[in-house]
Every structure is written in structure tokens, then in C-alpha cells.
């Protein structure tokens, strides 16, 4: 079956933009997740979405929003873009919860702010 | 929240074992410990994961100690292809999850 995956695959911004990046998971996952990865502060959680709702967030600004949709696809927003927001941006699907053993990642959003 | 500390870099010759550590000394008595990897300029992927008990699949083994403060990942006859960064991850009850920093594996023919 087709896997997670992530659109665009890169992406250039400006600063104070703001930018929306999609995940379509697996078919049939309920969960999403997303995580920001940098070369300073490594991979960090950033919400959770299951069935169209939050489960839960991590530690983030209100700038960073999700959403997830009644076919399961997600989106995540950045608004008024900082440099800091360069960052490799994951998202992950599973049938129950985040990180579960069938947890399975997409290859990723690569968003640069200059 | 529960922090992890991994070592940033370790070799290991190809066929061995490699055994990584983490230490997670504020990890709660529900919280799991789960272990991924990622290779080079791809998504993480699932190992193993563990509450109390030794945990082995197919891919590793899980060793967490007694007190749940620390533990390690064991590949048994790591190859070239187990080149890659792995994670330990405490994951709260509540589905919040915390990274560790990663430790850069390189298996040397």
C-alpha cells in the first residue's frame, strides 16, 4: 500500500509569510503527527491530530496550527515565518496513536525562511 | 517531562554487536521507552519499544533496567545498512513524546 506522504517536498520562504504543508497517510491510519527536526534542536513533537482532533501538542507557539480532515489528510500552518522555522518538518500516520509500532514517517518538508 | 540523553557517536564493526545506550533517570513509572532510527534523508523508522520488561523482535533487542533509568538497544550482528542516527524516545501517557538527541551509528566493514 502507499505510504505517508508529505507535499511539498521543499519549500522557500520569506519571513513574516506564512506557509501550509500537507500529509496524506497511509490508508486506513487515523492518526497523524508531526515533528520539526534541526540540526540545534533535533527532532521535537508538535501536535498529535486523531479522527479530526487534537490529542495533544508539544511545545511549540500558537504560530504553528494543524488540521486534520474527515479522509485523515493533515495539514500544518506557520504563520508570520521566522528564520528559526527552517527546518525539516516530518509527519507520521498510524492506526491508533502516536509513535505506535505501526507508526510510519513521510520523507518530509524541507521549508527554508530567508 | 522525562529527558533523554544519548551519546552523540559510536563505530561498531560490521557482524558485532551494538549496544546503545540511553539514559531517561526522569522517566515516570507509565512511560514508555521506544527506540527509532533514521537514515540518511529519510523518515524515522520503528525498532522496538518497552515499558519494564526486555523486549526482542526481529530487528533488536530492548534491555531496560530495573529501575527504568536507563537503557540499551541491541543489535546483534549489526551490517552496513544499521548505519544510521537512533533515537530513544520516552512516550508519556498522555501520547506526548520526548526525543533524545540521537547517536550517530557507524558500522565499519
Known amino acids: 500500500k502507499a505510504g505517508v506522504t508529505q507535499t511539498p517536498r521543499y519549500l522557500i520562504k520569506t519571513r513574516g509569510q506564512q506557509v501550509t504543508l500537507s500529509c496524506s497517510p497511509i490508508?486506513?491510519?487515523?492518526?497523524v503527527s508531526w515533528y520539526q527536526q534541526t540540526p540545534g534542536q533535533g527532532l521535537q513533537f508538535l501536535f498529535e491530530?486523531?479522527?479530526?482532533?487534537?490529542?495533544n501538542k508539544g511545545n511549540f507557539p500558537g504560530r504553528f496550527s494543524g488540521r486534520q480532515f474527515s479522509n485523515s489528510r493533515s495539514e500544518m500552518n506557520v504563520s508570520t515565518l521566522e528564520l528559526g522555522d527552517s527546518a525539516l518538518y516530518l509527519c507520521?500516520?498510524?492506526?491508533?496513536?502516536?509513535?505506535?509500532?505501526?507508526?510510519?514517517f513521510g520523507q518530509g518538508t524541507r521549508l527554508t525562511v530567508v | 517531562d522525562a529527558k533523554t540523553t544519548q551519546p552523540p557517536s559510536m563505530d561498531c564493526a560490521e557482524g558485532r554487536a551494538a549496544n546503545l545506550p540511553c539514559n531517561h533517570s526522569?522517566?515516570?513509572?507509565?512511560?514508555?521507552v521506544y527506540w527509532y532510527r533514521q537514515i540518511h534523508s529519510q523518515g524515522p523508522q520503528y525498532i522496538i519499544h518497552?515499558?519494564?520488561n526486555n523486549e526482542t523482535n526481529e530487528m533488536a533487542s530492548l534491555i531496560i533496567t530495573e529501575d527504568r533509568k536507563s537503557s540499551t538497544l541491541i543489535l546483534p550482528h549489526a551490517t552496513l545498512r544499521d548505519t544510521a542516527v537512533y533515537y530513544c524516545?520516552?512516550?508519556?501517557?498522555?501520547?506526548?513524546?520526548?526525543f533524545g538527541p540521537g547517536t550517530s551509528l557507524s558500522v565499519i566493514p
Open positions: 507520521a500516520s498510524s492506526s491508533s496513536g502516536t509513535l505506535n509500532t505501526e507508526a510510519f
Open positions: 490508508s486506513g491510519h487515523r492518526s
Open positions: 491530530y486523531f479522527s479530526e482532533t487534537q490529542r
Open positions: 526522569t522517566i515516570s513509572g507509565n512511560e514508555y
Open positions: 518497552g515499558l519494564k
Open positions: 524516545i520516552v512516550k508519556t501517557s498522555y501520547d506526548k513524546v520526548i
